[in-house]
Structure formats: C-alpha cells, structure tokens
C-alpha cells in the first residue's frame, strides 16, 4: 500500500479493538466521538495531503529502504534533507491544524532514534535488534502506519531511582522475557495523538545503569493489543468538536495516559531489553531530531496567530499598521525557531546505520527557544486581538444561537464583519492562546531545564577562555581555582 487515504486510514481505526477511555466511559469509535474526533480527522488530513499533488513532496518521500514513495512519518531519514523535510511538513501541518500531531511524528522519531542505537547494540553484542528494527519500518511503510511514540514514564518521586520507587508501574518495564518475546506493565503518560494511533513505539525516557536492566526497554506494539488502557487527557473545548458549533476549531491534538497491564511484545517487536549501557542513547538522538524539527511546528502555530490577530484587528476596524511592529516582533520569534532547528539539522550528521541525526547543542539551543520565544507570540496574540479572546470573556455557542437573546449577542459582536465571524476568529485566537492549540511549547519535546543542561554541559567553556586570552595576550592562564574552606 504505502500511501493511503484519510478515508482508508479512518476505517482502520474504526476496526481496532476499542481500549481508549474518556470521563471514565469506553469509546466505542474514536472517529466519531467528540472526545478524540478532532485528533483523528487532523491526522485523516495528513494522509489526505499526502495524496495531493500540491503538498505530495511535503508530505510525502521517497523511502530510503523501498525506493518508493511513502508518507515522511514512516521512513528513516537518512539525510540532512530527509529532517529538514520533517520540518517543513511539520511547519504546514500546523498552518493547516493548528496543533501538535503525535501519531504522525513522535513513533516516526522513536524509530529513527532507535535505527542508530540499535546498530551499535547490534556490532558490541551480536544480538539482531536492527534486523527486526529494519522489518518493522519496513512494515510500517507498507501499511502507512499512524505511530505515536511513548517515552515520558510516570517517573514517580523525581529523587527515588526507578527500582526503589514504591509502584514499580511508574516506569515501564520488563515483567518476563520468554522465548517468544517479552511481557511488559508500567505508565506512559502525556503521549500525543495516542488516540489516533495506530501502533506505539516505546523506548526508554532516561537511561538506565547496572541493575536496572528491566528498564532498559524499547519495542514496538499495536495499540489495540491486550493489556493496554489508554485514558485520553482532558482539556476545555473537547466536547465542542462537533461540526457547526463555534467554540472550537475542529482540530487539536490529546495526550494520554498508557496503562501496560502484562502486555506480551513479540521478540520481532523487540528492539532493546536490558542493554542498561545503550538504554540513554535512544533519547538523545530522539531529541536531536524532535528538537530541532519542533521549531518548525511552533512557528507554523504562530503562523496562525499573525493571521488570526490581523484578522482580529480587521475585525474591529483597524488597520494592521497600527500593530506592525508586534506583528514583526511575533513573525521573528517564528523564523528564530524554524531557522536554528533548520541550522541545527545542517550542521548533523550521518550514523554509520545510515540514520542522520541534527546538530545537539544546537538542536538543545533550540528546544530552549521553543519554551521561551512562543510564550511573548501567544501575549502580542491577545494583546492586538482585544479582550474578548481571553479566556472566559465570550458567552458560549449555545447562548450566540439562543432563539430568546442570541440576536441581541450576534450584534453586540458586529464590527467590520459580521458578528458570527468575529466570535469565531476570537475563538480561534483564544485556542490558539490559552487552550487546546497551546501544546508543544513548554515541555512537549522535554524541558526546557533539560535543554539548557545539555548545552551546558557541551559547551567548551575551557576552549572560549582560552580564546579571549590569546586575544589579550595575557600571561595568567586563568584557570579556575578551587574555592577557599573556611
Ligand atoms: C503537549 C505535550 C505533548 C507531549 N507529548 C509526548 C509524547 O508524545 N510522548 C512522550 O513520551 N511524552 C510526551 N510529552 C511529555 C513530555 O516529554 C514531558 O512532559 C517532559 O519530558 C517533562 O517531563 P515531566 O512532565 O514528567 O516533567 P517533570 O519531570 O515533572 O519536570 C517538571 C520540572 O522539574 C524539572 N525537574 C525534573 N526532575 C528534576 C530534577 N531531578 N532536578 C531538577 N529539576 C528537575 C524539569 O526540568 C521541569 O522543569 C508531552 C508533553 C506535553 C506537554
């Protein structure tokens, strides 16, 4: 198959197994539920511009395993042109939804993450973790898989190490390993778009040291496969996704929660177990990908939040001069991200597995930005949009519609457009702003903590004092002395 439709991909999720729950009630079709109905017709979208001959090169790629074309979130990328073309689908993606979309990037970035580690694992052990990992992508593109990626663990208390906490559930881990495989339990949380997944990749969050083998695991699985609970995270506007009511787009992406009960793996679908000393590799290629890609998806955001605050300030009458300078201010904050996550890729570089992995300190640098620089876009969003796309300032759908006063609300809202199509845009900004259309930013991705540690800890500190010296022409070495015991 390789490429297929949004159509198709919908009916396939209409025949999994149902294990996706919601306000403690099980949903029986995640396509049609207002639950998880946008997340699936965001991702139907992705497939569906895949097929379209103005976005196919976007979306879509010629497979470095097959030759053929196939959708970008199934193959490996194996060159700096392969990442910077996950950027740039991401960056459209976003123009186009609005939000994050987890089951067509983060399992896609598990599998390239895993393509390297499992190389090396491979030549140190004797063991075949890339031959399965080469037959399931090869799989995956086959059957134009949608894959969420879940890494982030419950973790439990931060300071307990993973095989002293209390509930050993709070990482997921190894409960047996059989000829056949393997059998798995433990929390996953906060993983994107899992509702609409198809498969779930699963490696580890952190790495791992001796002793804490039955955490150093990654694998692949069918989301529907037995023992696995998903719960959906809420946020406000979830039951709104219903065409025709104004107070959500129909778009946004969901986190969930991932109950592993005893799951059984398939030794085919098992791509680490045990290997403590590779068990931290897997995150940092992870994040070298995802954090230089994800400077495209937050600008593609902001993206919609120029438009949307200049359509806002039409709305009201006003021409954009009057807000060009926030306008300009907002549109460097995009291209500061998308810009340092493209610098980032350029300056990778090829595994010899044949995967490509960006630049990390620069990559770091920018999941850093990621945190920070949206936060002011998402401030002058509002501010030029006037207050009624704060949160709670707008009456709801059902009282615009109300046949006793909603005449009386429409025009309270008509300015230089009608009020239907004023209450909308400002609904829209206040998605974009403060609800459902917010996620990436802060810690999707990791912290932003977590970045700055990297960076820290790359930087050649050293190496620039060494510089400034030479410059000077200084006699002192200027090393630093240990402090003084009082
Ligand atoms: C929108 C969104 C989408 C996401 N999608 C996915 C996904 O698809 N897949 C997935 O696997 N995960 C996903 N995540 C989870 C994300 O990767 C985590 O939220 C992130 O790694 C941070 O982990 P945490 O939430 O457990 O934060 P915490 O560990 O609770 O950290 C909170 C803060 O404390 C700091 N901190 C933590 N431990 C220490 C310590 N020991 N010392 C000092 N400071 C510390 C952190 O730096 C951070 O600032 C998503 C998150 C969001 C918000």
């Not at 190389?119 to 059957?143: C, I, N, P, S, W």
Request: hydrophobic fraction near 40%.
């Amino acid at each position: 198959m390789a490429l297929k439709s949004g159509a198709q991909y919908l009916e396939e999720m209409k025949a999994m197994r149902p294990n996706v729950y919601k306000y403690g009630k099980l949903i029986e079709d995640v396509t049609t539920d207002p639950a998880t109905k946008g997340t699936l017709m965001n991702t139907a979208a992705w497939y569906d511009m895949s097929l379209d001959p103005e976005k196919q090169d976007l979306y879509t790629t010629i497979s470095y395993l097959s030759g053929e074309r196939a959708h970008r979130w199934t193959t490996v990328m194996a060159t700096a042109d392969d990442v910077i073309g996950d950027a740039k689908m991401k960056r459209d993606g976003y123009r186009v939804c609005g939000s994050c979309m987890g089951p067509v990037c983060a399992g896609w970035g598990i599998m390239n993450a895993l393509w390297g580690v499992t190389y090396d694992m491979d030549a140190e052990y004797g063991t075949d973790y890339h031959e399965r990992l080469k037959k399931f992508a090869a799989m995956a593109e086959e059957k134009a898989l949608a894959m969420c990626g879940a890494i982030t663990d419950a973790k439990g208390n931060r300071k307990v190490k993973a095989g002293m906490q209390p509930n050993p559930n709070v990482f997921l881990h190894v409960d047996e390993t059989r000829e056949d495989g393997i059998v798995v339990s433990g929390f996953k949380i906060q993983i994107c778009g899992t509702a609409a997944a198809q498969w779930i990749m699963a490696m580890p969050t952190q790495g791992f040291k001796e002793g804490e083998e039955k955490f150093a695991v990654a694998f692949a699985t069918p989301k529907d496969a037995e023992g696995i609970t998903i719960v959906e995270t809420t946020r406000p506007s979830d039951n709104k996704v219903e065409a025709g009511n104004w107070d959500a787009p129909v778009s946004g992406t969901t986190q969930a929660f991932i109950l592993f009960d005893k799951v059984f793996v398939p030794k085919e679908y098992v791509f680490m177990n045990g290997e403590t000393k590779y068990s931290g590799r897997p995150i940092g290629n992870f994040s070298s990908i995802y954090r230089s890609a994800i400077g495209a998806c937050v600008a593609g955001q902001g993206d919609v939040m120029i438009g949307a605050a200049i359509a806002m300030a039409r709305a009201n009458g006003l021409q954009q001069k009057a807000f060009q300078d926030k306008l300009t201010d907002m549109a460097i904050r995009n291209e500061t991200t998308y810009g340092l996550g493209i610098g980032a890729i350029a300056m990778g570089r090829q595994h010899k597995s044949g995967a490509f992995y960006p630049n990390a300190i620069l990559a770091h640098t920018n999941k850093y930005l990621v945190g920070t620089l949206p936060t002011e876009t998402k401030r002058l969003a509002q501010e030029i949009a006037g207050g009624i796309c704060e949160t709670g300032c707008m009456p709801s759908y059902e009282d615009m519609t109300s046949p006793i006063y909603g005449k009386e609300l429409i025009a309270a809202m008509e300015a230089g457009v009608s009020g239907e199509d004023r209450y909308k845009m400002a609904r829209l900004v206040e998605w974009l702003t403060v609800g459902a259309g917010i996620p990436g930013c802060m810690h999707g991705g990791g912290s932003p903590d977590t970045a700055k540690a990297v960076v820290k800890a790359m930087t050649k500190w050293e190496d620039y004092v060494d510089y400034a010296k030479s410059l000077a022409g200084t006699e002192a070495d200027f090393k630093e002395e240990p402090p003084v015991k009082k």
